[in-house]
């Protein structure tokens, strides 16, 4: 590779600026096909390469403050003579007055389709590759998208597949394909760039173009610098070492199997109503010592307390912190002083208010955090909730442990999302880690630990935003590969960013940048508690999806336009089932009042319980990939009064999976009267299929799309995969 | 205007274009901005015109057979002398050989922004307009619009706001803005066109050039005519009357306050278990005669049977027929042999089959139904549910009257929605009507009746096709007026329109064409039998909302990002709170624990009730013009047990809406635990703010989207008015 020399000593401006020629030389050095050009000092020299180039050409003002050339006069295009150079540069030195440099003279490119492409610094993300529709349309359509550096060939592709515009990369109105070869290089070469020349700040080549015959040539292009000496403030540098990483999972295997707890600023529990964090440890029956601290009790609710945490006789494996902000500092000073490192701070008013007065009390927290090396969850959450340690500051938490885990930058989500699933789907969790503020310890931190724990089978997350997202992109996608990571992101739309700078004080990223994350990590994107609950609940139960072919089976007028409509939603294919299955169908299927298209809505299968086997059978055959049983549940309760109901859950709770080949299945129901009767039938249905790990929804739309986002899941894993084996090709991995 | 000659003689092709110079007189004559043109028949003359003209210049090959012009190389642009005009001219010859008919020769329009507008008839909807980005773009990116003609100035307006392009209207890098006048002109035109010549099957104007100063020009375009003499099968020109209009509502009125029912098919009904249409009528206290017809019976359930209609001593106001399919054509000669006009047909395995031989069975019922003069509702419907007559074909629906009338192409929505609505909101009904397959009366007829209705304050609908969409889409923007119309609108996607083709055997229209059917018409769109449910009890019980600005307060962690989330979403403004206002609230709030930015998130207000009463005062005095009040239900419970829960409901329903200035005010409640003590005060607090009129919703979402579709409702109202003002200015109206 040509090395090229990037510091551009004779401008001082605050943002530095290269050249065009020189940002294209450094281009070029990373595989970007840039148009050929020349540089000619003086006009005579420009007119004289001129007729060497060949006409038609064009000349361009040359000069490190010479930016918006465009808009100031400074590119002639289409230039077909050697007067029509001459008069060009005379032109241009007009317009550029002392700050031209020289001219640069190119072919000219033919080509409608016009493309941009780039690269830019994200605070929480580091270096992103841009890619999008170009020319006058990128500010108006803003059709444009974003991978995080660094960006291999599959994700440069899907950055292609992602415009609204991908139609202009293809064969198009007598056009060829753009060379997608090429424009791979481009993206590529962008993220490499981004890797390994930490003193670029932003690359902009616009436009990209497409020529008639599909080549891709940059055309246009500027490189800005980073200031000489500019200190790099950007948080996803901050690397931790692998010592502190396993010094931090050493801290949180403490604290997650925590033996002994002292409560700053225990209060003694109200009888009814609210009981505190001491409280509702002790109520949660944690096995271990509990030390209640409060300089103004002697004993609460039974148990002896003491004045301060250093007059404790050993240092403590967790300490819970519930006093106001204003006395957290003192607080702190005492775990350190004491040799308790491990820390949980529920108060709030801090940073996440927004204030000046929070905004301090957070910087003196963390420097006393950091100097005493503390491992600190919070401030402003709840902090640990551990079925198996017994460790909940809340009440009302179920007491069984599961095979879930849930890291929440919210402490009023990690309550609301562990009762919400467990009260729909029986689902139970493992731990649960809410860490508001993320004084020392992020969302990264928990995930390290979480990465290797056999235990958690399914790591679920509520985040607004992350210090390091490049460390959180790496983690995701590798712990995806194993199980899956399903995320609720808060703070998507721009004013949904204001309140998070509210909620949690930080800095959340923008919708386009994180869409990217999404897309690269392969962590399942949810937009609600609701919807977590509903996806994990399909993880939980359902094996592989193959494919993307479903069909509804059910009971009920509307079920037609409804499925159709929610699986195109969602991505789904329903199905038209070809001509050989149909007659099969009907072999035993009659056709008064039941239609045997997809979704087929046949109530007879309802009654004589075999013929939905069989039709099970016959579709999973070959031909359909994940089901939907759809049932109506007061029509079907008035054949006999329910008996049928319970029928029909049991004999789909004891076989239909095995008709259906182990392919995911899924029962939807819907009810719409009050009658307790029908309540009372409903929640028999549920049970009776929970119980057999068969997924209930309510409605058609939630079942289609946790079978949306499971079989999404499954076809990112086999895309890495081919991926890896295609970057592997012919070497050693 | 000038009157153009438009029938095409001497082309006998399937379809008749218009040549390019034809069809740009026709539209010049309706408005449209043509580049101006002359016609050279040879091409010594197109030289000399081309003198005449000037340079640079275009030339085209004119003839009715020359479509796709740019591909056949027809088109020869940026010609700059006599010689370049001559050459281009041989060349055009030698392409289209024999079809050529001469030359157009146009000045050179410069322009980047190219759009693309154009005209074409809709089978439901008849003529729509067209509007979109054009050039290479067009195909590419789909961003088009349409309006169904006749299109108003601000509708024409309307489709300029909703380009995703819309900035390339604007003054855009140094261009002047697009002519508006000119836009409208064009779109209007287009409308006019369509409305006064049917003999117009479609139009094409692309590019629709916007000059660097602004002025828009129809560069090339072309018109093709329907065949002459061609039958035009539209459904949608098949008007009724005003006669049978009129004697549409008739039977109409006599079918809702039927005193008798005949019902063919009449069965024992199963003691439990179902019941059948004479079982469920009669179950429902129908007071009036109610006559089982059923020639195997002597009696059924203690009521004398009848062999069949014509045995009836008299006619009856209504016939409910529930046979098999293949005898329903016998039961309808039965109705026209015995005088009784009115019939809802509940049996299916007609059109909705798909099948042929329920295809057939359509139209052989619907020729009997003709001939006799039915009206009837259905096939393949639930017909009529009406409380205050006591007319119901199904078990368990209220049986209390209430505001709000309910139109449903399914009939299994029309049991669904009335129960939802029923159990979560309380909301009654007036009149439901499902009528299926819509043989003779359709969606259109019902709405005639219900406009007038003045017991009915409220329709909502689920739609899935119409015949005459244009009849709707006027009906609908009229009744809008004086009362919401709220529709489900279910096979919008692609493959739901194949399902839609299933159940009801209707042509649904494109997404595209029903969207300007909303935009136009005003009516409220929701996607779910929920969301109607939410959206109507918003209309119901809140007055005009006149602005976007919502302040959400309340309790408990994480509102904050979902408000925020869930307002950007809706298009609702969480207004930033000015200091004037949160230095007044701080004087009685006070700041620990306590925020109050927008949402305001303070526990306080809950617990002295009167400090929320002043928070809403100031507020609504002129800062905010709608208002949510958030519980978190858990938390509040677990300060005394629920108490206090009791006490907020009761606060809130006698002065809430009174601190609030009578502005729009709606309560929402989050609730995870299963515990029945929390189920049963979320229940006493729905119960006591329903009865005070004060909507109730699940979840921040549910309720900023039915405030959302509020006050876009009244946005909408405002809009139509000052409308009507304008295009009445200066004219008797």
Not at 10 to 21: P, R
Not at 150 to 171: D, F, N, T
Not at 357 to 379: F, R, S, W, Y
């Amino acid at each position: 590779m040509e090395e090229v020399c990037l510091v551009n000593e004779g401008v001082k401006a605050k943002i530095i600026f290269l050249t065009e020629a020189q940002s294209k030389k450094l281009l070029k050095s990373y595989d970007v096909p840039v148009v050929e050009e020349t540089i000619a000092p003086t006009i005579e020299e420009a007119v004289s390469q001129a007729g060497i180039i060949g006409f038609p050409i064009v000349v361009k003002g040359l000069g490190t403050k010479l930016t918006h050339k465009t808009e100031r006069g400074l590119v002639k295009l289409n230039l077909r003579s050697a007067e029509d150079v001459k008069n060009a540069c005379l032109d241009i030195k007009k317009s550029a007055g002392d700050d031209l440099e020289g001219f640069l003279l190119q072919p000219l490119i033919e080509g409608k389709r016009e493309f941009v492409a780039g690269l830019f610094r994200d605070k929480q993300f580091g270096p992103v590759v841009m890619f999008g529709l170009g020319g006058i349309f990128t500010e108006a359509l803003g059709d444009v998208v974003f991978r995080i550096a660094p960006v291999s060939e599959i994700q440069a592709k899907g950055m292609m597949e992602e415009l609204l515009s991908k139609k202009l990369l293809g064969g198009f109105r007598g056009e060829t394909a753009a060379d997608e070869k090429q424009l791979i290089n481009v993206l590529m070469g962008l993220s490499r760039l981004g890797m390994e020349r930490p003193e670029v700040k932003e690359v902009d080549i616009n436009p990209l173009l497409i020529s008639p015959d599909g080549r891709v040539t940059a055309v246009d292009a500027f490189v800005v610098l980073n200031q000489e000496n500019a200190s790099i403030d950007s948080d996803w540098e901050k690397e931790r070492t692998p010592q502190e990483i396993k010094a931090i999972n050493a801290a949180l295997d403490t604290m997650i199997h925590t033996k002994s707890i002292a409560v700053i600023g225990a209060i003694r529990p109200r009888k009814k109503g609210f009981r505190g964090m001491f409280g509702c440890i002790k109520d949660f029956g944690f096995p271990g010592k509990l030390y209640p601290i409060n300089p103004k009790a002697e004993e609460i609710d039974g148990v002896k307390t003491y004045p301060s945490l250093v007059s404790l006789p050993n240092p403590v494996d967790l300490v819970v912190i519930s006093v106001p902000a204003p006395f957290v500092p003192d607080a702190l000073r005492d775990c350190v002083a004491s040799g308790s490192k491990n820390v949980h701070i529920f108060s709030s008013g801090f940073k996440e208010t927004g204030e000046e007065e929070g905004m301090k009390l957070q910087a003196e927290i963390e420097k006393i955090a950091v100097e005493g090396q503390l491992n600190v969850i919070g401030p402003n959450c709840m902090g640990l909730y551990v079925p198996q340690s017994r460790i909940l500051t809340w009440i009302g938490a179920p007491e069984k442990s599961g095979p879930v885990s849930f890291v929440s930058q919210s402490g009023g989500h990690a309550q609301d999302f562990t009762n919400y699933a467990n009260v729909h789907f029986g689902i139970c969790f493992n731990k649960v880690i809410s860490y508001g503020n993320a004084l020392t310890l992020d969302s990264t931190d928990f995930l390290e630990y979480l990465a290797n724990d056999d235990e958690t089978k399914i790591i679920t997350m509520y985040l607004e935003g992350v210090k390091n997202g490049r460390k959180l992109l790496e983690l995701i996608t590798k712990i995806n590969q194993k199980k899956p990571v399903i995320i609720v992101k808060g703070g998507l739309t721009e004013s949904g960013a204001r309140a998070v700078s509210s909620h949690t004080g930080s800095m959340a990223g923008g919708e386009k940048i994180w869409n990217a994350f999404f897309q690269q990590s392969g962590a399942v994107r949810v937009s609600s508690l609701e919807e977590m609950a509903e996806v994990t609940e399909a993880f939980l139960h359902l094996g592989k999806a193959h494919g993307r072919r479903v069909a509804v089976i059910g009971t009920g007028g509307g079920i037609g336009v409804a499925a159709a409509d929610s699986c195109a939603q969602a991505g789904l294919d329903l199905s038209v089932l070809p001509q050989e299955v149909t007659q099969k169908l009907r072999q035993f299927i009659p056709p008064a009042g039941n239609m045997i298209r997809n979704p087929i809505d046949a109530h007879i299968l309802f009654i004589y319980l075999e013929m939905l086997g069989k039709t099970l059978e016959l579709l999973s055959s070959k031909y359909i990939d994940m089901f939907v049983i759809s049932l109506h549940l007061e029509w079907l309760y008035n054949f006999d009064n329910g008996a049928q109901i319970k029928k029909i859950a049991t004999y789909i709770a004891q076989s239909a999976r095995k008709h259906a080949n182990g392919k995911p299945l899924v029962v939807v129901w819907r009810q719409y009267q009050p009658d307790p009767k029908y309540v009372k039938k409903r929640m028999m249905l549920e049970k009776i299929l929970q119980e057999a790990g068969i997924p209930v929804y309510e409605g058609l739309h939630r079942a289609v799309f946790a079978l949306s986002k499971l079989v999404a899941y499954y076809e990112f894993q086999r895309k890495q995969t081919d991926d890896k084996k295609k970057s592997c090709a012919g070497k050693k991995c």
